[in-house]
């Protein structure tokens, strides 16, 4: 029997900025008392042939072809234009989704991170027990407004307190102005993000800062500490703190003549004791000094901050191209599992699925473009 169109009624659930197409869809099927495939054939309703793949058990996103899109704004009866300016994945091209005369579509993952939105700040667009799901972008995994790190569950509205994590509040407004001035703070970020994992990995006994902050963030989520310590907010004040300097332009406009003046060395340790003061670790610019003399040549191959300044003082260092890319083996693993197999003495897949119970390893990550190579041998 054929499904019946519901009529339109798009106030009653109007898209929230940056949503998931599959969060909104699902919002709309509680209002009409159907099942999402249900709404979305009638939806879909068409003399051509329609076709869906897949179930919003099988994946958080809906991707659309473009008579999809048409019949989807037809139905809602909101412009498309609005539709993929609210719904960012909307007009994206998806590699298994054929773009014909056929109104297709299609459940699959999200192509990017995503995070439960904050519950307060979405209180109208969704029911009790319903979570809308958006795509942070660069940086809006935090709602500053109610003082939430923002988490990815599809289920319902998961987040970590930040009353207790006053720093992270404060990288997060100084992360948020380097958007603001940057049009490539994204990769910005994700470079500052390898260059402390690059630190984290050393597991540095004078290092008490990271400690004190994994205890407030256990506390607060109710983890031990090992199933925390490998979560991006653990390291996000320094990362930014990073980031800014090293996409200050006076800063690098500093690096360079001090490398011309008095070489790459000069340079170097003119860089780490900035770093070292603006991440407000005394100790840091001596420690990492004498371990860029003792390294192994290996190491200087991938390390992200060396490779950084080398391309920021060399002959063609004016141009950006390439200047925040990371080699994959100096990049932070984007796996959680990966990440707790470096920084804790217990086995991964035991803090790992205590951190996945507490929706601790999904959600925003600085992941950097990756610069293909070999791995090389110690």
């Known amino acids: 029997m054929p499904v019946q169109s519901p009529r339109p009624a798009p106030a009653q659930r109007p898209p929230v900025e940056q949503e998931l197409t599959g969060s909104w869809i699902r919002r709309m099927t509680a ?21 869906v793949t897949g179930t919003p058990g099988t994946g958080l996103e809906l991707f659309l072809n473009t008579p999809a899109q048409a019949a989807l704004a037809r139905f809602t009866g909101v412009p498309r234009a609005r539709l993929t300016t609210l719904l960012p994945s909307l007009a994206a091209a998806h ?60 289920g319902r509205p998961a ?12 990288a997060h407004r100084r992360h948020a102005a380097l958007v603001r001035a940057r049009p490539d703070a994204a990769d910005v970020v994700a470079l500052a993000a390898a260059v402390v994992w690059s630190w984290q990995v050393q597991g540095w006994r004078s290092e008490t800062v990271w400690q004190d902050r994994v205890r407030r963030l256990a506390a607060v989520t109710g983890c031990r500490p090992a199933a925390v310590v490998p979560h991006a907010l653990v390291s996000y004040p320094e990362t930014i703190a990073v980031a800014r300097l090293l996409g200050a332009a006076r800063w690098q406009q500093r690096l360079r003549e ?45 390390d992200p901050l060396d490779r950084w300044l080398h391309r920021l003082t060399a002959a063609t260092g004016t141009n950006s191209d390439g200047l925040w890319t990371v080699h994959r083996t100096a990049a932070r693993p984007t796996e959680y599992s990966d990440r707790a197999g470096f920084l804790t003495d217990r086995r991964p897949r035991t803090v790992w699925e205590e951190a996945g119970a507490a929706f601790l390893t999904g959600g925003w990550e600085p992941v950097p473009s990756t610069r293909p190579g070999p791995v090389p041998r110690p």
Do not use: K, M
Request: with cysteine.
């Open 31 to 51: 209002g009409f008392g159907l099942p999402a495939q249900d709404l979305l054939r009638a939806v879909l309703g068409s003399p051509h042939s329609v076709q």
């Open 159 to 170: 987040n970590i307190p930040l009353e207790t994590l006053p720093e992270v509040l404060t």
């Open 258 to 302: 001090t490398a011309a003046a008095e070489g790459a060395a000069a340079a170097t340790e003119l860089l780490l004791r900035e770093i070292s003061r603006q991440a407000d670790r005394p100790w840091l610019a001596d420690w990492l000094i004498a371990y860029t003399r003792t390294r192994p040549r290996t190491a200087v191959r991938t």
């Open 95 to 154: 590699d298994r989704l054929v773009d014909d005369d056929i109104l297709r579509a299609a459940w699959y993952a999200p192509c990017e991170a995503w995070v439960g939105a904050c519950a307060p700040c979405t209180g109208r667009a969704r029911r009790a027990g319903q979570t809308v799901l958006v795509y942070p972008g660069t940086a809006g995994h935090v709602c500053r407004r109610h003082r939430r790190w923002l988490l990815a569950h599809s």
